[in-house]
């Protein structure tokens, strides 16, 4: 069983950045491919971006290409997301999930970890 806690999640003004942090336990992070997910209010989960197991391949929606980045460290067994350029519709809970899979996935339920998300507002 994987444990997963997000972190760094906070308020933020349009325009600003903040840095997510994914910490598993429980299991071996390099085993699983890595995924950010958010929800905000009156709205489904939606894919943000993952990354494979070795970190050679990321994936992102196109609402924030080339404003966030996705990475992970296996050896400290987290996955991060840098989130730049905050927009207000990038406020959202924003989950980390894992998934025992290969290759492109952007579909929550074949995800198999979930963390209990942390709170993203961009306000002025």
């Known amino acids: 069983q994987v444990q997963l806690v997000e972190s760094g999640g906070g308020l933020v003004q349009p325009g600003g950045s903040l840095r997510l942090s994914c910490a598993a336990s429980?299991?071996?992070?390099?085993?699983?491919?890595m995924g950010w997910f958010r929800q905000a209010p009156g709205k489904e989960r939606e894919f943000v971006a993952s990354?494979?197991?070795?970190?050679?391949?990321?994936y992102y929606a196109d609402s924030v290409k080339c404003r966030f980045t996705i990475s992970r460290d296996n050896s400290k067994n987290t996955v991060y997301l840098q989130m730049n350029s905050l927009k207000p519709e990038d406020t959202a809970i924003y989950y980390c999930?894992?998934?025992?899979?290969?290759?492109?996935?952007?579909?929550?339920?074949?995800?198999?970890?979930w963390g209990q998300g942390t709170q993203v507002t961009v306000s002025s």
């Open positions: 999930a894992a998934a025992i899979r290969s290759g492109k996935i952007t579909t929550s339920s074949l995800y198999d970890y």
């Open positions: 429980g299991g071996t992070a390099s085993n699983y491919i």
């Open positions: 990354i494979t197991w070795n970190g050679v391949r990321t």
